[in-house]
Nanobody
Framework: QVQLVESGGGLVQTGGSLRLSCAGSGRTFSNYVMGWFRQTPGKERELVAAIPWSGERIYYADSVKGRFTISRDNAKNTVYLQMNSLKPEDTAVYYC?????????????????WGQGTQVTVSS
């Protein structure tokens, strides 16, 4: 059974930091694009950051550039999202996703595998 399992969400004050982890199992994701999406009620999932297998040409949404860092450890089949200088508008459910394409897509429907999501809440 192929699974992506996120961890690391929680409640943090404005300006704080969190590190999300996404561990894959059931197959290797080393040659997949790995992405972090977020979603708030009534809105579509938004790609926050994505990283191809090589770790080059990383994508960040404008809203998180300079604050969030995505990284991956292919040996551990794990992708991370370091979130610094958090703002209340970063509050959302964060999802890890995997896309077997070699190019990064910002559209959720291209991603084949999804985690269950982890809640991030930033208090003002």
């Amino acid at each position: 059974q192929v699974q992506l399992v996120e961890s690391g969400g929680g409640l943090v004050q404005t300006g704080g930091s969190l590190r999300l982890s996404c561990a894959g199992s059931g197959r290797t994701f080393s040659n997949y694009v790995m992405g972090w999406f977020r979603q708030t009620p009534g809105k579509e999932r938004e790609l926050v950051a994505a990283i191809p297998w090589s770790g080059e040409r990383i994508y960040y949404a404008d809203s998180v550039k300079g604050r969030f860092t995505i990284s991956r450890d292919n040996a551990k089949n794990t992708v991370y999202l370091q979130m610094n200088s958090l703002k209340p508008e970063d509050t959302a459910v964060y999802y890890c996703a995997a896309d077997r394409s070699t190019l990064i897509s910002i559209h959720a429907h291209w991603y084949e595998y999804w985690g269950q999501g982890t809640q991030v809440t930033v208090s003002s």
